[in-house]
């Protein structure tokens, strides 16, 4: 047996009518594609309900797998003690995915347990499945800040497990769309919001798992979705398989989006391989960019690799342009592994006799050495994106309105505590927000008195 079915749901308390209390009725197209949605997987008769949740335990750099034999929860949280669930959690493949997910370095397992009740992602699918079944067991898994690549193979991991205890399965990806979709919905407007909901449905509705890789994280931030990762591994649970995919409904009237979405296999298609046609046109860009990359990043990127794969430092070559030789500048290697921050440092000004020595030096303490990440492995190299910025010499400023995120960076100063932010990062869209992350990095709280420098890069 395999996974029967998948579904994409959303979670508003709201649609409970003990929480909602006649306001439910504002998102009835939800309920009526819910209820189909449950007459569906009561007809399937799963033997086990695999649901991944944005409101289960969340870490940055590993997936939480609930542990046990059982879980309760109730909606009290939203007035509702009434509604409440005693599930059975089925243990024996959530051991099959963990050790699945050891073999293949996907850092997931039940390790890390915070609140062992169920969470409301979790409950809102499984109010309306167990109006109409009753039974099956549960598996309950969280998200992660991974890039949606290891979430993907998670999913994978998932079907595998699945397939190696003959389960009968059905896949629920519980996740709500924009947050950002009206000016009085609870994250206000933002532009990127009804894009992300249209593309979203567009993608799901055809069944297009493919395209999921083609939302950017910054994106995806600024539209405030929250469950386009449990999107993913329930894309990853269905690799390789043709689907038949129909939207149910989409609705935004309280201002956060709501879609449901059905996908059913039909059949063996190598061609719906996702993640490998994903990671081979990666592989073939990033090939292509290093190939036409300019020397900054190509000292960088020699710096990295030697002392990654044999702890040597190079030496500064022959043949770079004379004003790296010549030129003492602070600079900023930045490292990106699909689309996520995987290493950064720098320095503010020159602490060695040339640019190009400075490069070398900050290239290996990015790679190795920035505490908020693990050392890069020699695997990961070919999968790496790196930049490199030459800082200009930081100018004092007297106010917030002699920035300008695009052009400026900035250094933010109180005492002996200093945050350095460069200019035009993905997801800085305001002078505040930049002093604001400089602040943080820097230690330094929002009532303590500041100084601000500005600078400008030359970026590679």
């Not at 939480?64 to 009290?76: M, Q, R, V, Y």
Request: proline share 5%; hydrophobic share 35%; charged share 25%.
């Amino acid at each position: 047996m395999s996974i029967e079915a998948a579904f994409a749901v959303p979670h508003p308390p709201l649609i409970i009518p003990e929480v909602g209390r006649g306001n439910e009725s504002q998102v009835e197209k939800t309920i009526r594609a819910y209820e189909r949605a449950a007459d569906i997987i009561a007809a399937a008769a799963p033997e086990t309900i695999i649901i991944s949740s944005p409101h289960s335990v969340m870490y940055s750099d590993y997936f939480h797998i609930s542990p046990g034999n059982k879980a309760s929860g109730s909606f009290s949280g939203f007035g509702a003690a009434s509604v409440r669930f005693d599930e059975e959690y089925d243990d024996e493949l959530v051991r099959a995915v963990e050790k699945a997910a050891e073999s293949c370095g996907i850092p997931a397992g039940t390790l890390g347990e915070k609140d062992p009740s169920l969470d409301h992602g979790t409950m809102v699918p499984l109010y309306f499945i167990r109006r109409r079944y009753s039974g099956g067991k549960i598996v309950r898994v969280g998200l992660s800040g991974l890039p949606f690549t290891e979430h993907y193979r998670l999913g994978q991991v998932i079907r595998g497990a699945v397939n190696s205890l003959g389960r009968r399965a059905v896949f629920v990806a519980s996740g709500d769309l924009s947050h950002r979709l009206r000016d009085y919905g609870p994250y206000g407007f933002a532009p990127e919001g009804p894009e992300y909901d249209r593309r979203i449905m567009d993608v799901l509705g055809r069944g297009a798992f493919g395209e999921l890789f083609d939302f950017s994280e910054a994106f995806c931030d600024k539209a405030g979705e929250c469950g386009h990762r449990s999107f993913v591994i329930m894309a990853g649970a269905m690799d390789g398989i043709a689907v038949k995919a129909e939207a149910l409904s989409h609705e935004d009237v309280t201002g956060v989006g709501y879609g449901v979405c059905t996908f059913f296999p039909e059949s063996e298609d190598r061609e719906r391989r996702f993640l490998d046609v994903y990671l081979g046109k990666r592989k073939a860009e990033l090939e292509v960019k290093k190939a036409h990359s300019d020397p900054y990043v190509r000292l960088a990127v020699s710096s990295l690799e030697s002392y990654i794969l044999g702890r040597k430092r190079i030496q500064v070559p022959e043949g770079l342009p004379t004003e790296m030789y010549s030129t003492r500048a602070g600079a900023f290697v930045s490292i990106h592994k699909h689309g996520q921050l995987r290493g950064c440092i720098g320095t503010i000004a020159p602490t060695q006799d040339s640019v190009a020595e400075e490069i070398i030096e900050n290239a290996i303490s990015a790679s190795t050495k920035d505490p908020r990440f693990e050392p890069i492995t020699p695997d990961e190299l070919q999968w790496l994106e790196v930049n490199v910025d030459v800082l200009g010499e930081p100018e004092e400023i007297d106010s917030p309105e002699m920035l300008d995120v695009k052009r400026y960076g900035v250094i933010v100063t109180s005492g002996n505590k200093r945050g350095l932010l460069l200019p035009d990062l993905d997801g800085v869209d305001s002078v505040e927000q930049q002093i604001d992350i400089a602040r943080r990095k820097g230690g330094i709280g929002a009532h303590e008195k500041i100084q601000l420098r500005r600078f400008e890069v030359v970026r590679h």
